[in-house]
């Protein structure tokens, strides 16, 4: 076993600061929170006397402390505290993922740019189901949190708990909660809670239950230092907030075509995220000649939707890259994708690819399913006049649902030089022909 390098574990008083200035507490409101003196918080800070084991615990109750994030905090506090791994993060304090998130390089940059830069206060994200929402708005919880040291207030049905944070004063994250659950409209207790402290508030889903813009909008107002990242299938239409699509991966376009390079098709973010995950399933797989038309055709069929990719590359443990390339429209549907956020797979089931996107598609209201139909029926890409007329409603009325759809990831338009027209998800065309 190769050794592992060592770096110095952060001594208690350290640690203690550091907690309490990402919860955005005082002194005196961290001793009011324990029951522990101010003195004795100032004097443990300052490394003058030792914590007692009692007085480490009710400290890690009032921080709200979890996990692996408490387990370091008393083990510090109580002289145990041993070094860790190089590269590790000694004060855990935003969530993380298994894997990397891969070709959203982008993205990210430009969101956390963003809100730390204060060029932007609010990101609301939507897209289709499956596209990665609640994996980027970890990533840029994550970034902001290591960049900004903010502490991140985490609420919805994501794939990270708010209890692995470790953050968050208790009675801040309660009313948080409060505030979306009951969509109470009067937010002045959770304002004088965050006051001017610096947060990252992220809202996973909260949108799609009906979550309360109001609040949103207030809070936002009277808390100048707090940053909002939502995300939603459909646009949360919040004043003053421009809504941001999460586009599928990009497929190998004719660039791949005209040059042959393996090189360039290694870059497409898709084909990356495909290889990526066929190396975990496969250890030591590599992307060759032999596989590169399979991966192209898969990464095409798929749309380069994260979900189906990787539901793609677990196939591969039964099948081959181009039995799945082969795979008629049903039986791609078919293959099991990652279930749903908030959904139980011992009661639901596991999800597949078709299950995924027709899910979003039944979320839509009535018209808005009547509009795809009707563009579903084109063989090629319609203008979108072509689709008014074969609506037969006026131009305007088809303008505004189609911006809908597209803040929805259902539809993407192509700007010509003459004309805008307008492209479907293949596997929306599929599921849809199969109903």
Request: glycine share 10%.
């Amino acid at each position: 076993m190769v050794p592992t390098a060592e770096v110095e574990a952060p001594s208690f008083p350290e640690l203690l600061r550091h907690k309490r200035v990402q919860a955005g507490l005082t002194q005196r409101t961290l001793a009011d929170l324990s029951t522990i003196s101010p003195r004795t918080i100032r004097a443990l800070e300052s490394g003058r006397v030792n914590a007692r084991m009692q007085t480490v615990r009710l400290l890690a109750d009032a921080l709200r402390l979890e996990g692996l994030s408490r387990e370091l905090f008393v083990n510090a506090g109580l002289g145990s505290g041993r070094p860790g791994p190089a590269g590790t993060d000694p004060w855990p304090s935003a969530p993380r993922s298994v894997n990397a998130l891969l070709g959203r390089d982008v993205e990210v940059r430009a969101m956390v740019g963003a809100l730390a830069s204060d060029h932007r206060r609010m990101i609301s994200m939507s897209g289709l189901p499956g596209v990665g929402k609640s994996r980027v708005a970890t990533e840029v919880a994550v970034r902001l949190s290591a960049r900004r040291g903010w502490p991140v207030l985490w609420i919805g049905s994501g794939p990270v708990e708010v209890d692995g944070l470790g953050t968050a004063p208790g009675s801040l994250l309660k009313a948080l909660r409060l505030l979306v659950e009951s969509r109470a409209r009067d937010v002045s207790s959770v304002c004088r809670l965050i006051g001017r402290s610096e947060v990252l508030l992220v809202l996973d889903g909260v949108a799609d239950a009906g979550g309360p813009v109001v609040g949103v909008r207030d809070l936002l107002a009277y808390c100048p230092g707090l940053r909002v990242v939502s995300t939603s299938r459909t646009p949360w239409q919040v004043t003053g907030v421009q809504g941001t699509v999460v586009p599928p991966l990009a497929v190998p376009g004719p660039d791949w075509e005209a040059s042959g390079s393996l090189d360039v098709l290694a870059g497409v973010p898709s084909v990356r995220l495909l290889v990526d995950r066929l190396s975990e399933v496969r250890p030591g797989f590599a992307l060759g000649r032999a596989e590169a038309e399979a991966v192209v055709r898969l990464c095409r069929r798929l749309d380069g939707l994260p979900a189906a990719l990787e539901a793609a590359a677990a196939g591969s443990r039964v099948l081959s890259l181009r039995q799945l390339a082969d795979l008629p429209d049903a039986h791609l549907l078919d293959l099991p994708a990652a279930t749903r956020s908030g959904a139980d797979p011992r009661t639901t089931g596991p999800e597949t690819i078709g299950g995924l996107v027709l899910a979003g598609f039944d979320r839509l209201d009535p018209a808005l399913r009547t509009v795809l139909r009707e563009l579903v029926a084109f063989d090629a890409a319609p203008t979108v006049s072509e689709a008014a007329e074969a609506l037969r409603r006026p131009l305007n009325q088809v303008v505004e649902d189609l911006g809908t759809l597209m803040g929805c990831g259902f539809v993407r338009a192509s700007h010509e030089e003459a004309e805008t027209r307008l492209h479907l998800p293949d596997l929306l065309r599929a599921a849809l022909a199969r109903r």
